[in-house]
């Protein structure tokens, strides 16, 4: 059977990135599968990120193939280095990616927290412990101005996360890009929660965590990050960020269901923070990556 690439024109182009996109379709016009490509810039010129995806009955027919040749030849022509995929661990892409030239570079831990279990009087323990020198203030959307400056430097705080083997580069944040990014949450229609550590000597940033909860209160949260810049590590910031990002959705979003979580295998240190407050396992996803 012979199958038809068609280009698309995407318009989910975001202050950092633009991606493109491809329709596979049979010899009756039937789609069958799609791949979309995402171009980086901003430290990140270097990046392509693909996800494709074929119809059940169509695998095994070269639709993945073709779609894959397709993306990969555009990521050359706008002269990137590497293109990154993800596949869940056991599933038809884990077989696929590498069958195509992918190497395995990360393993990331999905976990969930169920709402309904967790235990109020533990998580204001947590959140009333004394952590000298350091106070916490959070705000929902787009960063205050008075805060927006050194909020942007804190972002540098994952920049040494770990990545294992990935080619990720570093993303360079300013003012501009954190609110950009808060931006592109709210028309999507959710809701962006952000809880900060504040060093009382200067009234900067030392610390953040991002929650994302979708727009009508329902389903699950997601957790986008979490750092300690290096010179505030030590202080037990991360856990106590979190914990109040936790108590603050258990509060203002009664119907949530729960909140999810993605970490590295190599990161056990955050790993450790999110079993302490009571995160579940769910599942793994590999990151795969093909070097050009």
Known sequence: MSFRITPLTDPSHGAHSRRLAWLASDADSVPVGTAFLRLFDGGQEHLAELTLQVHPVERRKGVGSLLLDTAVAAARDNARRCVGAQAEAGSPGADFLPAHGFRKVLTLRFARLPLADVDAGALAEIIGRPHPGYRLASWQGTVPDALARTFAAS???????????????????????????????????????????????????????????????????????????????????????????????????????????????????????????GYVPTHTTLQYQLDL
Do not use: C
């Open 155 to 277: 972002r540098r705080a994952m920049d040494d996360m770990p990545m294992e083997d990935t080619d990720h580069g570093t993303t360079i944040w300013d003012v501009d890009r954190v609110r950009a990014a808060a931006k592109a949450v709210e028309e999507r229609g959710d809701l962006l929660h952000t809880v900060v550590a504040i060093d009382t000597r200067d009234d900067s940033i030392a610390g953040f965590t991002e929650l994302v909860v979708p727009g009508n209160g329902t389903g699950d949260g997601q957790h986008y990050g979490t750092g300690v810049l290096p010179e505030h590590r030590g202080h037990g910031l991360g856990r106590w960020m979190k914990a109040e990002s936790i108590r603050q959705a258990h509060g203002r979003h009664p119907d949530l269901g729960g909140l999810l979580t993605d970490t590295a295998d190599s990161n056990t240190h955050m790993r450790r923070i999110s079993d302490s407050l």
